[in-house]
């Protein structure tokens, strides 16, 4: 019952001034003030429960148990108590769950170094509110387990990043993009340990490149020296075999980097996406040179909407959006296939709003971009998949083309929470950590170890199979990377709650972080690679 709007109860208590004594249970942030006094209702009624008794208490709860945003605006719609002023520092005109917002946010290393100014501004471009910074923070956290373990199967080679934010990579290094100061292949994983002192939180693989994100939005990148197109070795004929940070994003603070052909983008920690080379005819929305390395803000629609997370596919982008009436998708880039998900196979100079999320009454909350199809999770659980639908990596029992969004029904009884795209290839991953994948079979990389008959070739999937080699491991998987190129065999990786991680596909390289035995070039079963992440 809310006891600050009882008038039976409001016209019979005395008021008294209340001296706040419980500074010891109060959070961190809460400890560095003076203690407040607060005029309380002395005595509740019966069925009454005091919450203007203890204000500090009822905030270190907020914020302890750290509540979503919309439990947060629940509260405040539902009792004036967490709407009046809360007249707590730092500001006492906050309501208390606005405070509890800005005290979760101010746990983020992203958000810790920001001036006043910035934070205002921030809370500005994500809508007015704490509560939809802490939002936005928590939905690019959930999307790209920023400030947690992962790891990444890139073309090649592999990064591994603790919880720490320790950086261990092994595979292919003919440009240095292990890191280690050389260029030989390592078959187990190795720390870096040139970045000893510095805390990655995001890594991203391409052909013969690495980049990775610190905390302090510092980002590092190793390998051939080139943002354009690295496969074919036109260009970057320079290697830097140990990690350099970039310095034209020196003046940008990046959260996210996605590496894809042609070109690479970085979302800012306000939202921002910004992209380097494959600028040509305005591809992206600017004119620059194909070997251009200075940072050219996304133009178009995302100008002045927050995004929390990007995704590089073969020569497009896509971006989630976060915006106080929900979340959406945008694409830019190649719609060859029909995967910028707009009904049409044309090209998209700008970035534009994927509209048939709207009509599938789908908030999206991840986004995957393979080579020649993507993926969203929706909130509700739901996958949709769309693009070049080839071996069947769209999921829907064909290998046709899709140039919307369409719901995958096979995995209608499933809630999913993860979804990662290669080259034809989709894993998703289930609210009860059980993994499906389907599409190419090509080097063992779905994870089902079926061969033809009289030849050795994988079979394809067209329809999600679970993985039930990742099932017997008996540990709850909550993350998937798979390789995302059209030039290197696959090799996949699956990370358990636990921190262990285990590794399936192409392995001629190392990448699987294993050796294999005899003439064995992939894997076929997950093993665990002898790494702890977390």
């Not at 009904?343 to 709207?358: A, H, M, V």
């Amino acid at each position: 019952m809310d006891a600050t709007t009882s008038r039976g109860a409001s016209s019979s208590l005395p008021l008294h001034l209340i001296v706040d004594d419980t500074l010891a249970l109060v959070s961190p942030l809460q400890q560095s003030f003076q203690r407040s006094q607060r005029l309380c209702f002395g005595d509740s009624a019966p069925g009454e429960f005091p919450l203007a008794a203890n204000p500090s208490i009822v905030l270190h709860v907020l914020t302890s148990c750290n509540l979503e945003p919309e439990d947060l605006a629940h509260l405040e719609a539902t009792c004036t108590f967490f709407r009046k002023p809360a007249n707590f520092p730092p500001d006492f005109n906050l309501s208390m769950s606005e405070l509890a917002a800005l005290d979760m946010c101010q746990k983020r290393a992203i958000f810790k170094p920001m001036t006043a100014h910035e934070r205002e501004l921030f809370k500005q471009r994500c809508g007015g509110s704490w509560k939809l910074v802490l939002r936005f923070i928590m939905a690019g956290e959930a999307c790209c387990r920023r400030e947690k373990s992962q790891a990444i199967a890139g073309p090649g080679h592999s990064i591994a990043v603790t919880a720490s934010g320790a950086v261990y990579t092994f595979g292919s290094n003919n440009s240095g993009q292990l890191g280690h100061g050389n260029l030989e292949e390592e078959w187990r994983p190795r720390v870096i340990r040139s970045l000893q002192g510095i805390r990655i939180i995001q890594a991203a693989a391409g052909a013969g490149r690495t980049m990775l994100v610190s905390d302090a939005g510092r980002v590092y990148a190793f390998g051939k020296d080139s943002f354009g197109e690295v496969e074919y070795g036109g260009q970057g004929s320079r290697v830097v075999t140990t990690p350099q940070m970039v310095e034209s994003l020196k003046e940008i603070y990046v959260v996210q980097a996605a590496i894809g052909n042609f070109f690479t983008a970085v979302l800012s920690r306000e939202g921002r996406v910004y992209t380097f080379s494959w600028g040509n005819d305005t591809r992206l929305g600017h004119q620059t040179e194909p070997s251009d390395v200075q940072p050219h803000l996304l133009t178009g629609a995302l100008e002045n909407i927050p995004v929390v997370q990007i995704a590089a596919g073969y020569c497009y982008l896509l971006a989630l959006a976060c915006q106080p009436t929900g979340m959406s998708v945008y694409s830019v880039g190649c719609g060859l296939g029909g995967k910028l998900g707009h009904g049409s196979r044309t090209d998209e100079k700008y970035p534009r709003l994927i509209e048939q999320f709207q009509n599938l009454n789908i908030q999206p909350v991840v986004v995957a971009a393979g080579a020649w199809h993507a993926a969203v999770v929706g909130k509700d659980g739901r996958v949709c998949t769309w693009g070049w639908g080839r071996y069947g990596c769209l999921g829907h029992g064909n290998e046709e083309c899709e140039s919307v969004p369409k719901v995958v029904e096979a995995l209608s009884g499933v809630k999913a929470v993860h979804v990662a795209t290669g080259d034809y290839t989709t894993f998703v991953v289930s609210d009860k950590g059980d993994v499906y994948s389907f599409g190419c079979g090509e080097s063992s990389s779905l994870g089902h170890n079926t061969i033809i008959e009289g030849n050795n070739r994988h079979t394809n999937v067209l329809s999600p199979e679970l993985v039930t080699s990742l099932k017997r491991v008996n540990e709850r998987m909550v993350q998937i990377s798979l390789t995302n190129s059209i030039y290197w065999n696959a090799h996949t990786f699956a990370l358990t709650d636990s921190g262990k991680l285990y590794a399936f596909g192409a392995g001629d390289k190392g990448q699987l972080g294993t050796e294999l035995v005899a003439q064995q070039s992939e894997r076929g079963t997950p093993e665990r690679v002898e790494i702890d992440l977390n």
